[in-house]
């Protein structure tokens, strides 16, 4: 049997193989941020295809940190039923689910939340509108909040959760240079810049405790000069899974134009495929957790070789599985075609437009 058709456990979590749904907004939540059947529905059907993990999409742990239109939140409980009935669709078809907790600090929606995003540094040029740099309290708040979103969580019956300190969202934008310019303790050395995703991670295990998996999602390098590079990331995965986090995903890029974007465009050829690999191995040495690597794995033998030669642990993936929601049940039944993910990003689209998000390319394939 193909490695990565044996399961794995995340700290008590049990896992039925190496393939995870990596968090993929779907633009399917209702204007509160609550859960709808469509949404429900799909999650039961990613389950139902194999995937041995399905993360959620990013769901907003503050109204000022949301990102986007029909996203998520798990800012207050009246979002818990909503999300109950998410996990049971999932545990029903014998799938696992973890949520994502996110804020999108520097990238937050003023117009959706009606307040001025909240960022590590008021830094000018990357994008349009005022952001307010943060003082104590907001920094409190921030970890109270990613705190008290952890417990819903779990009284939502998620299986874990996963801190999103990726993608320049408010964790990953305190690790980045290109976006922290402070003087206090947050600011400056590696170790400061951390500081604020380990008080998160440690104020989460505080309110879920020790058996309960606690990921995160990590960005490696942001495909620009001034950014985050390799080297600092294995240093903030080192420090991480120094005080205990449970798994790593290793993620990449920033949402400020097509080329730095996580999702890369033109996956075209093996060559390109898991383009974080190098940066997941270089963690893998350092650290004794899990790696999940995401970005640009398409085919069955190249995240075989992967998980093989010891370059991570778990294969996730995004687009493949809008394309194909049983894509792994399709390499499981020994079809290894590789996805047909094109990788042209077409699916954000229905997804902005408040359709949901679906296989565009797909679509116009059949409708010829
Ligand atoms: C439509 C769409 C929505 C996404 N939403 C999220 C999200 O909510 N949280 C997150 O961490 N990454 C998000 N991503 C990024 C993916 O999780 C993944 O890191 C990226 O697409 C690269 O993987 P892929 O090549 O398998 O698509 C999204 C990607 C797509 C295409």
Known sequence: MSKLFEPGEINGMKLENRFVRSATWEGMAADDGSCTPKLISLMADLARGGVGLIISSHAYVQ??????????????DDMIPGLKKMTAAVHEQRGKIVCQLAHAGF????????QTPIAPSSVEGIAEGPRREMNQEDIDGVIDAFSAAAGRAKSAGFDGVQI??????????????????RSDEYGGTI???????????????KAVGNDYPVLIKLSCK???????????????????????????????????????RPSQLGINREEKEAYFQEEAAALKKQVDVPIILVGGNRSFHVAERI????????ISMARPLIREPHLINRWKAGDLTPSAC????MCFQPAIEGKGIYCVTEKREKEK
Do not use: W
């Not at 600092?232 to 080192?238: L, W």
């Open 63 to 76: 109204k000022v940190g949301q990102a986007g239109a029909r996203q998520i939140g798990i800012h207050n």
């Open 107 to 114: 990238f937050g929606n003023a117009k959706l939340s009606g």
């Open 164 to 181: 999103h300190g990726a993608h320049g969202y408010l964790l990953c934008e305190f690790i980045s240079p290109m976006f922290n310019f």
């Open 191 to 205: 170790e400061n810049r951390a500081r604020l995703p380990l008080e998160v991670f440690k104020a989460i295990r």
């Open 222 to 260: 942001e495909f620009t000069d001034n950014g985050l590079m390799p080297q600092e990331f294995v240093q903030v995965g080192k420090i991480l899974a120094d005080a205990g986090i449970d798994a790593i995903e290793v993620s990449g890029g920033l949402p400020i134009s097509p080329k730095t």
């Open 307 to 314: 998980v093989e030669e010891g370059m991570a642990d778990y």
């Open 342 to 345: 094109v990788s042209d990003n």
